[in-house]
Structures are given as structure tokens and as C-alpha cells.
T-cell receptor, first 118, second 111 residues
Framework: GAVVSQHPSWVICKSGTSVKIECRSL??????MFWYRQFPKQSLMLMAT?????????EQGVEKDKFLINHASLTLSTLTVTSAHPEDSSFYIC??????????????FGAGSRLTVL | QKEVEQDPGPLSVPEGAIVSLNCTYS??????FMWYRQYSRKGPELLMY????GNKEDGRFTAQVDKSSKYISLFIRDSQPSDSATYLC???????????FGTGTQLKVEL
């Protein structure tokens, strides 16, 4: 089945620094990837849709200059949290859709990246 | 009103019990329905995927979709402590690009 790899799984950084999170589709190509944020005991909140070769589409209320998304290839999307602050501490999860076969509407998720900003 | 409603729980059951998890939704255009399981500090993993109304069974798991009532269910038979997790329902329209998630139900199966 489709596999999505996310790295790093956890990161601690100082306030004001930038952090990059990578999301890779390992055995399929993904023209579109999705970035979610999840607070403790809450559901997934879609932040943005990452489009290969073009600009990401951000959800309402998500700062595009704060959360930079780059989808440079068909298997890699990156999320950079710029000038991170403690309120950016959260669980970030990427996902992608393997459009081969009958499960084209199914999202496969990465394992998530827990960001803690001190 | 949210597009997808799901009781957040927590739901606590004894080992071996039958668990029923449910979601209701308001958008009649949803056609594909999924259940994801999420363990603490992990990404969600797909459990069940169904199209339109009907039942689908996979081992101890059964997914039901009733489009006329806009109601979907996930049943877990012979529940195990390893089933303790948060269960998220998700759905998407036929031509849609984004999944809409429920808030998730936290399940605890106790020995």
C-alpha cells in the first residue's frame, strides 16, 4: 500500500528560529499533498494544500508567510515554520493521495511531526 | 452546525465488547466515507473505506453507511485493549479534493 514518510518525528527549537518538516511519498507520486495541524485531543485542521510545481493553497486563517510550503517534486513536500513561537507548538501531519487504483479518494498520512518551540 | 458531527467521547468499554462509533453529516454530496484510527502521538491510519451506502466488513471491523439518514457507523467486534485509540470519520464528495473529518472519538478498551 501507499506509504508516506515524514521527518523529523519530533523537533524542539528556540523561539525565533525556523523549522523545516519533510513529507515524502515513498512508493507513489503525489501531485498534491496536504498539511494538517492537530492540537491535543482535537481533530485534524487542514492548513494548506501543496501543489507540485505551483503555489500552495492555504486555508482561511493560515498565514502563508508563516508556514512556507514547497512542493518541488512529485514525491516531496516541505513545510517550513518561520520565526517559530511557542504558540506554533503543535503536531503537524502531512498526507497524500495515491490516485492509482480504487482507493483514489483515500488519504495516506505520515506519522506526524511534533514541534515544540521553547 | 459542523458538516460532520462526531461524539468525542471518551468511550470506555470492557475487553470483548462490541463497540459502535458513529458520525452524522449534513452534506448530501459526500460519496466516499472513511474511518481512520489514530494512536496517541501518531498519524492517522486508514481502517475502512466505503463508497455510497451499504456495509463493508474487514475482520473485526464493519463499516456502515446510510446516505438517506446521513449517518455512518463503525463497529468493532471482540474489542481488544490494542483497539484503544481515537477513531476519526472522514468523507469526501465525488469530485472533491479535501477530506472533511469528524472531531474523533476516543476509545478505551479495558481489561
Amino acid at each position: 500500500g501507499a506509504v508516506v514518510s515524514q521527518h523529523p518525528s519530533w523537533v524542539i527549537c528556540k523561539s525565533g528560529t525556523s523549522v523545516k518538516i519533510e513529507c515524502r511519498s515513498l512508493d507513489f507520486q503525489a501531485t498534491t499533498m496536504f498539511w494538517y495541524r492537530q492540537f491535543p485531543k482535537q481533530s485534524l485542521m487542514l492548513m494548506a494544500t501543496s501543489n507540485e510545481g505551483s503555489k500552495a493553497t492555504y486555508e482561511q486563517g493560515v498565514e502563508k508567510d508563516k508556514f512556507l510550503i514547497n512542493h518541488a517534486s512529485l514525491t516531496l513536500s516541505t513545510l517550513t515554520v518561520t520565526s517559530a513561537h511557542p504558540e506554533d507548538s503543535s503536531f503537524y501531519i502531512c498526507s497524500a493521495r495515491d490516485q492509482r487504483g480504487a482507493g483514489a479518494n483515500v488519504l495516506t498520512f505520515g506519522a506526524g511531526s511534533r514541534l515544540t518551540v521553547l | 452546525q459542523k458538516e460532520v458531527e462526531q461524539d468525542p467521547g471518551p468511550l470506555s468499554v470492557p475487553e470483548g465488547a462490541i463497540v459502535s462509533l458513529n458520525c452524522t453529516y449534513s452534506n448530501s454530496a459526500f460519496q466516499y466515507f472513511m474511518w481512520y484510527r489514530q494512536y496517541s502521538r501518531k498519524g492517522p491510519e486508514l481502517l475502512m473505506y466505503t463508497y455510497s451506502s451499504g456495509n463493508k466488513e474487514d475482520g473485526r471491523f464493519t463499516a456502515q453507511v446510510d446516505k438517506s439518514s446521513k449517518y455512518i457507523s463503525l463497529f468493532i467486534r471482540d474489542s481488544q485493549p490494542s483497539d484503544s485509540a481515537t477513531y476519526l470519520c472522514a468523507m469526501i464528495t465525488g469530485g472533491g479534493n479535501k477530506l472533511t473529518f469528524g472531531t474523533g472519538t476516543q476509545l478505551k478498551v479495558e481489561l
